[in-house]
């Protein structure tokens, strides 16, 4: 069986390292920020730093090595892509993604870059490491260092917006689905926000392709993505959709039935 958990309402997208790896370097980004100017717990900002660098080290090695949700080739940086996501969300036309949006996939990027720019500059800095030849003396691996934290900063707080937006426009909080790493599946909003799935009463193709694609997602990644079953993959998980529908399908007939 595919689709078991509360009869097909929930689909596991996030994984638990990726969930402990975005919570983990969260908690260490806002220590290290809250204690960036404080001379008297610098100990604690430069510990913050060091933990923050430890896991954008495992983030990225991550990213290439894993084939869920969270391989970076599940959400390649498209800039054209994302600001069209950010066009389509604003006037109610975004689709929604099992993994990160379009948008989503380049603060992603954008987060990983220039946290390991600050977190390099501020080992540097700390350690009052410079370049040779006087390329980059103290003074300037210091201001490098505020200038990509800030960025930083900036791209982590779009970053927020841009969840809360997308919560708002998906109706799905984004937020809890990192923490359980479940997100709902399109099946509940069939009766939802569209007609009810009776008997002889045919969904959209597009809808029904969507089903298709999310069902042909967990068939590869339980065969462990062998790339050239890919056709038996679809194939088995048109099945496994027709059969899910035509249950819904039945199960409310017989409640319009008895009411």
């Not at 109610?92 to 379009?102: C, D």
């Not at 045919?202 to 967990?218: F, G, K, N, T, V």
Request: charged share 20%; glycine share 8%.
């Amino acid at each position: 069986m595919l689709f078991h958990k509360e009869e097909f309402n929930l689909i596991k997208v996030w994984s638990l390292p990726t969930r402990l790896l975005h919570w983990v370097l969260a908690c260490s980004f806002a220590v290290a920020f809250y204690t960036a100017t404080s001379e008297m717990m610098r100990n604690i900002h430069v510990y913050a730093g060091y933990i923050a660098g430890a896991v954008i080290v495992v983030r990225w090695f991550y990213g290439f090595l894993m084939k869920d949700f969270s391989a970076f080739r599940r959400f390649p940086p498209n800039l054209g892509a994302g600001f069209a996501y950010i066009t389509n969300i604003l006037t109610g036309k975004a689709k929604r993604y099992l993994g990160h949006n379009p948008a989503g996939a380049l603060a992603i990027y954008a987060i990983l870059t220039l946290g390991s720019f600050t977190i390099i500059t501020g080992y540097m800095s700390f350690n009052e490491i410079v370049l040779p030849f006087g390329l980059i003396d103290e003074d300037r691996i210091k201001d490098f260092h505020k200038f990509v934290a800030d960025a930083w900063l900036g791209v982590v707080g779009l970053h927020i917006i841009g969840v809360v937006v997308g919560s708002l426009a998906h109706r799905e909080n984004l937020v809890l689905a990192m923490i359980t790493g479940y997100k709902r599946r399109r099946l509940p909003d069939i009766g939802r926000f569209s007609p009810p799935v009776t008997a002889g009463v045919e969904i959209s193709d597009e809808l029904r392709m969507q089903y298709i694609e999310e069902a042909a997602y967990y068939i590869a990644e339980r065969k462990g993505f062998q790339g050239e079953h890919s056709w038996d993959d679809w194939l088995q998980a048109e099945k496994e959709v027709e059969r899910m529908l035509k249950k819904l399908s039945n199960n409310n007939s017989k409640s319009y039935s008895n009411s």
